[in-house]
Every structure is written in structure tokens, then in C-alpha cells.
């Protein structure tokens, strides 16, 4: 059972937790700015208020890892593997509330199978490839669509005459290339985010492994000198 397997070493393990929440406050700035461009900036109808409650709940659970990390309670390994089940979950909700699947920054599921690799065991990466796969899945038959998503056909039958279906389908057609620029530009923000996250998270984890290894080095060689 997950619940059982033990930490290499509760530093390591109350690291990894604070890592999770730098990140998770990051993902609170990021998320928070992408809702005030998407509404106010992009004019795009969305459920403002359901978003909202997500990211305070999300808020909630974050001063929740602060106060557990001021806890001198031991962190293990179950306890980190449950903080990212928490952030899959509610970059579930995010994404169910604007579009699922055919929202630009679906990549986001890759960052907790990332995370769970580098931080945890082997075993807990394929629990997390499950689970954010049955989240991806779920979200391409259930999600609110994207007001900028959603065809664009005009119906001939409720037009008087030829030349007003002719203008409005034009109008449809240029509506429907600003939307697809909007969608472009969301993956190409993706990519750029997770490229610089993943540069950055995954060269300051090598450098705090390297300065554990050279701590455990100090305390073999310590430990054989007091032999």
C-alpha cells in the first residue's frame, strides 16, 4: 500500500513539499492572470465565479501545505504523492469549467506525472500516468465548451436573402480565424511555460541532489573517521 512505503529521508521528503508549494503558488499566479486576460481582455465568456471558487479552493489547501510544513510531524513519501492527486484534481476543475479537452493548455497534466517521476519512487509515476489519463479522458466526453471553441455555421433557412448569408458567413469565417489564433497562441503559451518551468524546476532539483549527495559524503566520511 502506498501509505506504507517510507521516505528516503524526511529532508528530502519536507524539500519535495516545499517545492510543491512554490509551484502550486505559481500555478495560483498563472492561473489567476489567464482568467483576467481570457475575461476581461479576450472578452471570453466563461464561468467567472465557478473558476474562481476552484483557485480560492486551491488557495485553501495551499496555506494548508504551509501550515503542514511548519508541522514537525514527519512528511513521507504517501504524503507527497497525495498533495499532487490534490493539484491533478483541481486542474481537473479548471479544466472542466473552460473547454476540457479542447483547452489549449490540456499539456498541464504532463507537469504532476513530471513532478511525481523526479520526486517519488518509480511505481508512484504510473499510478499518477493513470490517473491523469482517466482525467484527460473524462474531460473529452464531459467539460463546459469554450464560447471561442464552439463551430461557427450560419443557417441559410433563418436568412432572407442570399447576400446576407454571404456577409455573415464571412463574418463566421473571420470569427472563426480569431478564435483559432486565440487557440494557437494558447499552445505556443504552453509550450513556452512548461519549457521555462521545466528548465528551471528540473535544474534546481539536480543542484539541491547534488548538495544531498555531497552532505551524505560528509557523513560517511565523518562517520568512518569517528570509527
Known sequence: MLSHVSP?????ARQNLRWLFILRNLMILSESLLIIISVYGLKIHLPEQQLWVVMLLICSFNIYTSIRL???EPITEADIFSQLIM????ITLLLYLTGGASNPIIWVFLLPVIITAIMLPHEYAWYMVIL???MYTVLMAFNVPLPAVEPHSPNPQMLSGMDNYEMLQH???MSDRHY???HIFGMWFGFVFSAGLGAF???VLATTLRK???QLADARESALRDE
Request: hydrophobic share 35%; aromatic share 14%.
Open 180 to 182: 483559432f489564433n486565440l
Open 171 to 173: 463574418a463566421h469565417a
Open 70 to 72: 511548519q508541522n514537525e
Open 132 to 134: 491523469t489519463t482517466t
Open 201 to 203: 524546476f528540473v535544474g
Open 87 to 90: 493539484d491533478v484534481f483541481a
Open 212 to 214: 544531498q549527495e555531497r
Open 8 to 12: 528516503k529521508s524526511e529532508y528530502s
